[in-house]
């Protein structure tokens, strides 16, 4: 017996990273970056992002969670993308994900 897991707001088109299936625009990357950069519980984002059902960010996080990997992969990405000029003092993020050994 198999037991498959759903997670029923979200989608993932084909080749593409998972997002809300309300609001296509929002990745799960980019709710879990609140999490890992802030530390917010999912009652946080949902109070700094109003427009964000509860149940949205649990999915989100659910999913995370089930593919931790995955999402990493997808943030490591994007950040080896960003480029600052020199000089330029890097995010409390950028330092915090240094720190942890994902860049």
């Known amino acids: 017996m198999s037991l498959e897991i759903s997670y029923p707001h979200l989608e993932q088109p084909p080749g593409q990273p998972p997002r809300l299936r309300r609001l296509p625009r929002i990745r799960v990357a980019q709710l879990v970056l609140d999490h890992l950069a802030y530390g917010w519980s999912v009652e946080e984002m949902c109070r700094q992002h109003p427009y964000l059902l509860p149940a949205e960010a649990h999915a989100a996080m659910a999913f995370y969670f089930d593919h931790r990997q995955e999402v990493e ?21 950028f330092v915090r994900m240094r720190a942890l050994g994902r860049l």
Request: glycine letters at 4%.
């Open 73 to 93: 992969h997808e943030i490591e990405s994007e950040l080896k993308e960003l480029t600052l000029a020199p000089g330029q003092p890097r995010s409390p993020f």
